[in-house]
């Protein structure tokens, strides 16, 4: 059983930062790309950020492009998202996802429960 359990969501003010965690079980993490994706209220659920086995590769968005960087950790089984000048659009349920490298929702097989992200203004 695959699992993925995101942490680090919350509410914060404008010009914020927060750091989304995101473990994985029941795998072996290091086989695969980690993605994170969004989906707020009434949207579809949108690409953020990806980050390739190795780590040596990510791509983001370009709305969260220059604030906001994925990295991981592949002795820890840990995604992490750091997001920087958080801005009101920002606010959406963040989901960390486990797959082939890409932007694209199709890609990921296996997705967290996800994380509620709130930006004040």
């Known amino acids: 059983q695959v699992q993925l359990v995101e942490s680090g969501g919350g509410l914060v003010q404008a010009g914020g930062s927060l750091r989304l965690s995101c473990t994985t079980s029941?795998?072996?993490?290091?086989?695969?790309?980690m993605a994170w994706f969004r989906q707020a209220p009434g949207k579809d659920r949108e690409f953020v950020a990806t980050i390739t086995r190795s780590g040596t590769n990510t791509a983001q968005a370009d709305s969260v492009k220059g604030r906001f960087t994925i990295s991981r950790d592949n002795a820890k089984n840990t995604v992490y998202l750091q997001m920087n000048s958080l801005k009101p659009e920002d606010t959406a349920v963040y989901y960390c996802?486990?797959?082939?490298?890409?932007?694209?929702?199709?890609?990921?097989?296996?997705w967290g429960q996800g994380t509620q992200v709130t930006v004040s203004s």
């Open positions: 029941g795998r072996t993490f290091s086989s695969g790309a």
């Open positions: 996802a486990a797959g082939s490298y890409s932007r694209l929702k199709a890609s990921y097989s296996y």
